[in-house]
Structure formats: C-alpha cells, structure tokens
C-alpha cells in the first residue's frame, strides 16, 4: 500500500496547532495532526482573555487591528460552523493598582488608536462590581473571553472528520528526513510543524530558541449571590462562568515548570480573592488546574522554519495571549506556505539571529 501523502503535518492540537490545521484545510492542503490528548496543553487550561491592552501599562501593540480582526473572524466562522458561540465578549473592569498607573491610564486616554478601547473611568467608591478597588479603574472594551475546553473539543471531532488525526505522542526519533520532506507513522508529508507548546524546549530542532516557560494555575470558585455582569482584572483577575461559578487567576511562577497544582498556588490566589472581595467568606473551591505559559523575551511568537532544513516548522511562542494573537498569525503562516506571502518581521525566528 503507497504511504499516504501530505502537504503539512502538525504537532499539536493546542489553539495553535488547530487554527493552523483550519486555515491551511481552508486553502486546500492535505493535513494531519498528531496529538496526545493535550497531555501538556496550555491552551486546555487557559481563561481564554482576550485583552487589547495587555499589562501594567495598558500597551497597545502595533499589530493589535491585524490580532483583533482576525480573531474576530476566526471566532464568528467557528460559530457558524459548529452552530454555537466559543468566544463571549464582555466587559473588563481594569482595576488599578497605584497613582502611577493611573498616570499610564490617562496617558493612554490620550492616544487616538486606543480611545476606542476605553471606556469610562471609576472611582473606588463607584466601581461597577462590590469590589475593593481603592485606586479605582476604568472599563475597557473589545475584551472577553474564549471558551477554549469546548472549542478545542470540537476542533478535535472535526479534524477527526476532515483530516487525519493521529491520537499518541510522537518521539522525536520517529521522524526521517530526505530531500522530498518528511516520513513519520508511516506518513509522508512536504513539511512539518511543530505547535507542541511549552514542549518545544525538548524539540531537537528548535529547542534552542528563547522560549521563557512560565507556570500558572487557575481555580474555580462558587461564590453565590454575586452576579458578576464583568470580567475583573487586577493584580488577579476573575471571569463569571454563570450559576455563581468564577474563574479566577492566574499565578505566575518561572522557576517551576511543572502542571502540578499546587497549595501554595490555591492560597496566593484565594488571598487574591480576599483582597478584591473582603466582605466574603472563602468561596469554595470546585477546580484547580495548571499549565505553562508557552511566553518569549518579546512577547512575540516564533514562527519560521529550521537554518538548515525547510521542511521543518515551528509555530509557537504565544505566551499568556495566545487567543488574541494565534487565529491572526496562523492566517500568516498558512498564507505564506501556501502563497509565499511573507511572514510578519515581528513574529519571524530569524529576528533572533
Ligand atoms: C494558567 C494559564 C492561563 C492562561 N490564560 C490565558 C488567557 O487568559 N488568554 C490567553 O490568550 N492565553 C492564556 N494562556 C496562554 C495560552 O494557553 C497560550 O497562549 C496558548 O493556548 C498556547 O497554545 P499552543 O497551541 O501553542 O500550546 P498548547 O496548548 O500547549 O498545545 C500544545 C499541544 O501539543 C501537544 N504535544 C506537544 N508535544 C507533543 C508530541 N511530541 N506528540 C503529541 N502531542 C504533543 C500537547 O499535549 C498539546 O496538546 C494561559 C496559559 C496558562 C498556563
């Protein structure tokens, strides 16, 4: 029997992984995935916040109308097609944290590009939500947030559908190259593309690169007869998920690199909780996850492929906003495999050469 024959091969079924495989698919490529069960997923774990001004400095990036638009589209055409709504826009309260950010807010108020993305400022006293904010804040729009579990799940019964999906590790020393692509499980493809995650320190090939891995855990909380009508966004931040349940996140850690939640993680985040909410009791704790931030020294993604191999890809690096930023920059990179279309400068491994 002839082995099969395809245009890409991805590894990984994150949201990086998958919105690759639905643009590359869209533009009529042969594709298969490979991916073990999100065994390391970041993006099974994440909030999904979609956050145009990421930061203590409320920074607006200069791609953000490419980041924006993209997602935008990307997320309406997965609602058509699965018939329902993965991404919930909703307003973000941006609490701030001193009168110097403050200072950061107004001068932001007076940059055109980002008055569209503010809305009105509050005091402590007129907060819109019970909370303690005594430096106040202000309401920001065009925020919400990705329901990434449930999107991911149908991502993965349609790549079932349409694609070859292949549902185990890959080791890295099951791949051949030749002067004609790559062979691995017994299929052949033009090129591969690893969107493996915070795996990728691991990659023989592109292991090398400055990925900065950063560990975060997340909790859910019952916190009945507070009908939180806002995202929250502090120096911890909380998104209601309906019948009184919140997710509230996230902690930072650098040193360690594991996905063990932890109880040092769950008492740093209840204390968040207590600072914003101190009229109430320990809410109950229903879930505790942890995952690592696959993030880089820029803040931008790695996408490009290997000095001395061109059939060898990695997409990657989309640290702590990867919902904003993939669904754009995977249109980038499917347009440049496809088209020869080039790669935006920012995002290119070459920048680090
Ligand atoms: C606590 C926390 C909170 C976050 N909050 C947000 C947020 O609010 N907003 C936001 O935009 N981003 C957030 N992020 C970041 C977000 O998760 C990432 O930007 C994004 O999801 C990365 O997606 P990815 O596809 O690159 O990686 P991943 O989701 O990690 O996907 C990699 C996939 O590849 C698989 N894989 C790896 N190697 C192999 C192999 N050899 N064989 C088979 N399969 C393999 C893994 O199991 C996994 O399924 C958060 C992350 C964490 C940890």
């Known amino acids: 029997m002839p082995t099969p ?6 590894i990984g079924q994150g949201l990086a992984g998958s919105a690759l495989a639905w643009q590359l698919i869209d533009a009529g490529q042969r594709v298969a995935v490979v991916d073990d069960g999100h065994l390391s997923s970041s993006s099974i774990v994440a909030a999904g916040l979609i956050n145009p001004l990421a930061g203590l400095r409320f920074t607006r ?3 953000l109308d490419d980041w924006l638009a993209a997602a935008t589209t990307w997320y309406a055409a997965l609602a058509a097609a ?9 307003p973000m309260l941006r609490l701030l944290r001193s009168a110097e950010q403050r200072r950061f807010y107004e001068r932001r108020g007076q940059d055109p590009l980002s008055r569209p993305l503010l809305d009105e400022a509050f005091t402590a006293a007129t907060c ?6 005594p430096f106040g804040g202000f309401i920001q729009r065009q925020t919400g947030f990705v329901d990434l579990p449930n999107l991911l799940d149908a991502l993965r019964h349609w790549l079932r559908e349409r694609a070859t999906l292949i549902e185990r590790t890959l080791r890295y020393d099951e791949i051949r190259l030749d002067d004609t692509g790559v062979e ?5 493809a033009t090129r591969i593309v690893f969107c493996d995650g915070a795996r990728l320190r691991d990659n023989p090939w592109f292991g090398g690169l400055p990925l900065m891995p950063e560990k975060g855990e997340i909790l859910n909380v019952i916190v009945p007869d507070w009908p ?6 502090g120096a911890f931040w909380m998104v209601p998920q309906g019948d009184g349940e919140i997710r509230l996140g996230a902690t930072h850690d650098h040193h360690r690199c594991d996905q063990q939640p932890t109880d040092a993680g769950q008492s740093t985040l209840l204390a968040g909780f207590a600072a914003l909410r101190p009229d109430l009791p320990p809410p109950r704790v229903t879930q505790q996850v942890a995952g690592i931030r696959p993030g880089t020294r820029d ?8 000095d001395d191999n061109a059939a060898l890809w990695v997409f990657n690096g989309f640290g702590a906003r990867g919902s904003l930023t993939i669904p754009w920059y995977a249109q980038c990179l499917a347009q440049h495999l496809v088209h020869a279309r080039p790669l935006p400068a920012e995002a290119d491994i070459g920048r680090f050469k």
């Open 5 to 10: 024959r395809y245009d890409t091969l991805i």
């Open 61 to 63: 990036r200069p791609e």
């Open 82 to 90: 699965f018939g329902r709504d993965f991404y919930h826009p909703l």
């Open 128 to 133: 819109p939500e019970p909370l303690h904010a």
């Open 184 to 188: 691995l499980m017994g299929l052949r």
């Open 228 to 233: 939180l009508r806002h995202i929250v966004n």
């Open 299 to 306: 803040r931008y993604p790695l996408i490009g492929h290997a």
